[in-house]
Each structure stands twice: as C-alpha cells, then as structure tokens.
T-cell receptor
Framework: ETGVTQTPRHLVMGMTNKKSLKCEQH?????MYWYKQSAKKPLELMFV???????ENNSVPSRFSPECPNSSHLFLHLHTLQPEDSALYLC??????????????FGNGTRLTVT | GESVGLHLPTLSVQEGDNSIINCAYS??????FIWYKQESGKGPQFIID?????DKRQGQRVTVLLNKTVKHLSLQIAATQPGDSAVYFC????????????FGTGTRLKVLA
C-alpha cells in the first residue's frame, strides 16, 4: 500500500476511445500531480493541482484533461490519443505545492497502451 | 541546462557488497534532493532525501552524500541484497517561480547472487 492508489493498473485503448485514469491519495496531502514516464526518459511533469486548483499545465496537449474534485482525488481524462502517448502515467502527492523540502509520493501508475 | 543525469546506466553488484549510485545535477539553486527506487511494475518509492544545508544523511542501510561544489549526489547502499535490484533515480528540487522537481533518467542496479 503506497498511500497513493491508481486505477486501472493497465489500460489499452484505441485512438478514438475516451477513458479516464483515477488517482486517490490517503496521506492528507494538499498537492497532487500527474507525471508521464516513457522508456529511457526522465519523468515528465504534466499537471499540478494545489488545494484543488490547477497551478501548472506543462504544455500538455488538450487530448489530456485533468480534473481534481477534492484534495484526495485526481483524474486524467483521455480522448483521441496517439500511439506515442503510450507510457506509464504516474500520480503523485505532496504535503505542499510550494513549500519545497517535501518528497513526492507516487502511486504504482497506469500502464497505457494506445493502439 | 536544467537536467539531472546519472553517470552509469547499469550497475552490477555482488550480493553483500556496497553499491554506489551517482547523480550529477546542474542547478546551483537546487535546495532539496531525493532518491527514488523503482521496481518493475511499480511506481517510484521514496528512499531518502537531503537538504542543501547538509552534506550527508543516513538511513537504514542507505546514505546520501551531497557535494554542492561539484553538484554531485550519490546514494550508497550497504550490504546490497537481491531485493535492492531496481532502477534508482535522483530528483532535485528548486524554486523557479513555483517549486519544481527535476528527475534524472535512472540507473539500473543488478544484484548478483
């Protein structure tokens, strides 16, 4: 149990499908993040939410749409994805978006394959 | 540039030996550093962190060393065990407007029996 739970663990979708990734954190943190992890590349920050407000959108295509209904839940809505979007999508949380000196706690990710 | 890199992409270590994984960072303004372990099929797991006002921090079987002069970070694992086999990567934190974390690409540690 990591404290950050992601579902589903695996997802295969066609380019015309619409799906959503879900993340829930049980750590009482107030900042949540979406990262993309591709092979042999560093983690890429996609979105940051602090106190349910989106504070960063790292030039992510509009086919990715985040939603943060409360400080414990984070979604990533997917539509008309491309094969190059296949990757491991990681959710993370931290104690404070701008405090620094606070590690990110990650979930186990959703392995997404776009066919 | 803004990058965090690792010198060795793969490190093979005999079980019971000590492991040293290195990381170079490029931002002098970075004030916080984290080591993560990522096993196959899992997300990154926090191992240990260190603030820039320290040069050494110890945990259980792990030690992180920070050399700000040459912008170098290392993770030492004592008495390496098979369960230590994973990808390890470092992250640096710094304030660039908002606080940001920059991650390295990772080093794969293989423990040989």
């Amino acid at each position: 149990e990591t404290g950050v739970t992601q579902t589903p663990r695996h997802l295969v979708m066609g380019m015309t499908n619409k799906k959503s990734l879900k993340c829930e954190q049980h750590l009482g943190h107030n900042a949540m993040y979406w990262y993309k992890q591709s092979a042999k590349k560093p983690l890429e920050l996609m979105f940051v939410y602090s106190l349910e407000e989106r504070v960063e959108n790292n030039s992510v295509p509009s086919r990715f749409s985040p939603e943060c209904p409360n400080s414990s839940h984070l979604f990533l809505h997917l539509h008309t994805l491309q094969p190059e979007d296949s990757a491991l999508y990681l959710c993370a949380s931290s104690q404070g978006r701008d405090r620094g000196n606070s590690p990110l706690h990650f979930g186990n990710g959703t392995r997404l394959t776009v066919t | 540039g803004e990058s965090v890199g690792l010198h060795l992409p793969t490190l093979s270590v005999q079980e019971g030996d000590n492991s040293i994984i290195n990381c170079a960072y490029s931002n002098s303004a970075s004030d916080y550093f984290i080591w993560y372990k990522q096993e196959s099929g899992k997300g990154p797991q926090f191992i240990i962190d260190i603030r820039s006002n320290m040069d050494k921090r110890q945990g259980q079987r792990v030690t992180v060393l920070l050399n700000k002069t040459v912008k170098h970070l290392s993770l030492q694992i004592a008495a390496t065990q098979p369960g230590d086999s994973a990808v390890y990567f470092c992250a640096e934190g710094l304030r660039m407007g908002t606080y940001k974390y920059i991650f390295g690409t990772g080093t794969r540690l293989k423990v040989l029996a």
